[in-house]
């Protein structure tokens, strides 16, 4: 059965700073692979994903993932943090049909300090 | 851009009772899902459904859990008999029918069982 490991429960980042969220994965096949971002009271808003490809991916605001597979690691960055990016961070893995099956890590909570 | 709406935002209900959760997916996608978030934890799977059936369905989704998409727009999510551990936020989901299309969620319903 697939995995996902959020090593860090809360980052705490200076606005400005860079940011780097890790997420290891368990998966017996290639494996479709997500980060979705959670702010307060709200859903789950997809950031990026990888299928297949060029491992280097771009997301929306910013943020980029790499996905290696020597390291079964898929860990999300962004160069320069905003005190808008302040929120929960989610890596998923997608098995099943279509990758339709999502598996959640425990989240990363990103505080943005002034 | 077309979203997952969720109603209520926020449902309060006494044990024993039956809970109706809505969701109107967005309007050309096939998949529709639900997961939910026990607070605290991880966003975990409950059931998938397609061409008006389940097609997969996790462990937590016992007896005590239905869904049906009743007319061609709205998703329902049922709990017959809620429980105090029922008490969580429950995300509806949905996606195209094309391989490896992201998994877009509504804002949630959060369900709290007195």
């Known amino acids: 059965a697939q995995s996902v490991t959020q090593p860090d429960i809360h980052i705490t980042v200076s606005e400005g700073a860079s940011l780097e969220l890790r997420c290891n994965y368990s998966y017996g096949a290639t494996p479709y692979l997500f980060w979705y971002v959670q702010s307060p009271g709200q859903g789950l808003q997809l950031l990026l994903k990888?299928?297949?490809?060029?491992?280097l991916v771009q997301g929306i605001k910013g943020f980029e993932a790499e996905f290696k597979r020597s390291q079964s690691s898929f860990n999300l960055r962004k160069p320069s943090v905003h005190w808008s990016d302040a929120a929960e961070y989610f890596c998923a893995v997608g098995a099943g049909a279509a990758g339709n099956k999502l598996t959640f890590g425990g989240g990363t909570r990103v505080l943005v300090k002034p | 851009e077309p979203e997952v709406t969720q109603t209520p935002s926020h449902q309060v209900t006494q044990m024993g009772q039956e809970v109706i959760l809505r969701c109107v997916p967005i309007?050309?996608?096939?998949?529709f899902y639900w997961y939910r978030q026990i607070l605290g934890q991880k966003v975990e799977f409950l059931v998938s459904f397609y061409n008006n059936e389940i097609s997969e369905k996790s462990e937590i989704f016992d007896d005590q859990f239905s869904v049906e998409r009743p007319d061609g727009s709205n998703f329902t999510l049922k709990i017959r008999s809620t429980k105090l551990e029922d008490s969580a936020m429950y995300f509806c989901?949905?996606?195209?029918?094309?391989?490896?299309?992201?998994?877009?969620f509504g804002n949630g319903t959060r369900l709290t069982v007195t």
């Open positions: 989901a949905s996606k195209t029918g094309i391989d490896n299309s992201p998994l877009h």
């Open positions: 990888y299928f297949s490809g060029d491992t």
């Open positions: 309007s050309n996608h096939l998949y």
